[in-house]
């Protein structure tokens, strides 16, 4: 399913969406096809909790919580620079 389907199956409704087929441009991801896991009416923390449930099950996979009221997907890759303990 491409984002604009997305987007009128699902309106003003917070989605949680998983990247079938994804690319990166840039500094920018572009999801090609997606699939809906789950849709949440004006419940982001709802949305949040369902995330992070399935990415401590499978952190393998490509997981986003948007809401629908945006025209474009704009997701940002950032390089993690924290520092880490030495043990």
């Known amino acids: 399913m491409q984002w604009s389907e997305v ?5 003003a409704q917070w989605v ?8 990166t441009q ?4 572009v999801l ?8 949440f009416d004006d419940n982001s923390k709802e949305a949040l909790r369902s995330y992070i449930k399935l990415h401590r099950e499978n952190k393998q996979r490509e997981m986003y ?9 704009d ?5 993690w ?5 030495l043990r």
């Open 7 to 11: 987007r009128s199956r699902y309106s």
């Open 16 to 23: 949680l969406v998983e990247a079938i087929e994804a690319s």
């Open 26 to 29: 840039g500094n920018k991801r």
């Open 32 to 39: 090609d096809q997606l699939n809906v896991i789950g849709s």
């Open 65 to 73: 919580v948007v809401h629908t009221s945006h025209d474009q997907l």
């Open 75 to 79: 997701i940002t890759v950032t390089q």
């Open 81 to 85: 620079t924290g520092v880490r303990a």
